[in-house]
């Protein structure tokens, strides 16, 4: 393409975005890397060029989400994140002080929600993971889990009114196992970043998932998941990818995967119309 041809296709793409539905992402980051490429207005930006109305987003160190949210209050939902860099994941369950030091954190910011953890089946009984999940369902909290099903299955089983929201269509995405999961738990709510190729290749989505959305229209919900400073520079183009797969489906379960389930499950940062 000309150099002359690069402000027509700005143009374009910023009608395409305008016009296109309402999006929520449900699920991002702003860490330190990020805050360090993108800031804040160049990451509210990317939203405008991608038609996002509202971000979902954590960060390590837990600071970057409200730094981004008190840029810009009426597009970001902050979640609080409980590693102060990423290299924690690891090792966070067996912090016994965690718990206090979240607590702490609760009462200093505006938050939506706890998360992303990351935690498998070995460390689910975890006392450290029980204090966290009873944390979020007393505050009223959403909580993401990064995990596999006997995570969530755990999580519940401490608090069954807590609302989960669980990370990737799981660590193991099958549509049998999700609708067990989500027959037994009213409360989960799932996203799906990370698998748009698996679900939907070649922006396609496969029957079986579509059957899956169908049965659950209320219980999903898109989302980008940034978990590198080269997935923020990609942005528009993954949610180009989540649109055209959404595209084909009938309302309202359009609107629900893009926007509305998002919006219910975030509900008290969401003005009503």
Excluded: C
Excluded at 81 to 110: F, N, S
Excluded at 138 to 149: I, W, Y
Excluded at 153 to 181: K, N
């Amino acid at each position: 393409m000309t150099r002359a041809g690069l402000p027509l296709l700005a143009l374009l793409l910023a009608f395409d975005a305008a016009a296109a539905p309402p999006m929520i992402d449900a699920h991002a980051h702003y860490s330190a890397p990020d805050a360090a490429a993108f800031t804040p207005a160049e990451v509210i930006a990317k939203l405008d060029a991608a038609g996002v109305t509202r971000l979902v987003t954590t960060s390590s160190p837990p600071a970057l989400a409200q730094t981004l949210y008190r840029h810009a209050p009426e597009r970001v939902i902050p979640l609080l994140g409980v590693y102060e860099a990423d290299l924690h994941k690891a090792r966070w369950v067996h912090d016994a002080a965690l718990p206090a030091r979240v607590a702490a954190q609760l009462d200093t910011g505006v938050w939506a929600g706890i998360g992303e953890l990351h935690l498998f089946a070995a460390d689910a009984r975890a006392p450290v993971f029980a204090q966290l999940v009873r944390l979020a369902a007393a505050r009223k909290l959403v909580l993401m889990l990064h995990g596999d099903a006997a995570v969530v299955e755990r999580a519940f089983e401490l608090a069954p009114h807590v609302r989960i929201l669980w990370a990737h269509l799981g660590t193991e995405p099958a549509p049998t196992l999700l609708d067990a999961m989500l027959a037994r738990h009213p409360n989960l709510r799932i996203d799906t970043s990370v698998r748009d190729e698996r679900i939907a290749p070649h922006g396609r989505l496969l029957p079986e998932w579509r059957a899956l959305f169908e049965r659950h229209p209320e219980r999903f919900q898109v989302a980008v998941d940034t978990f590198s400073v080269n997935r923020w520079r990609q942005y528009a183009d993954v949610v180009a990818d989540i649109r055209r797969w959404v595209e084909p489906l009938p309302e309202p379960l359009k609107s629900n995967l893009l926007h509305d389930n998002a919006a219910r499950l975030f509900d008290r940062f969401i003005p009503r119309p």
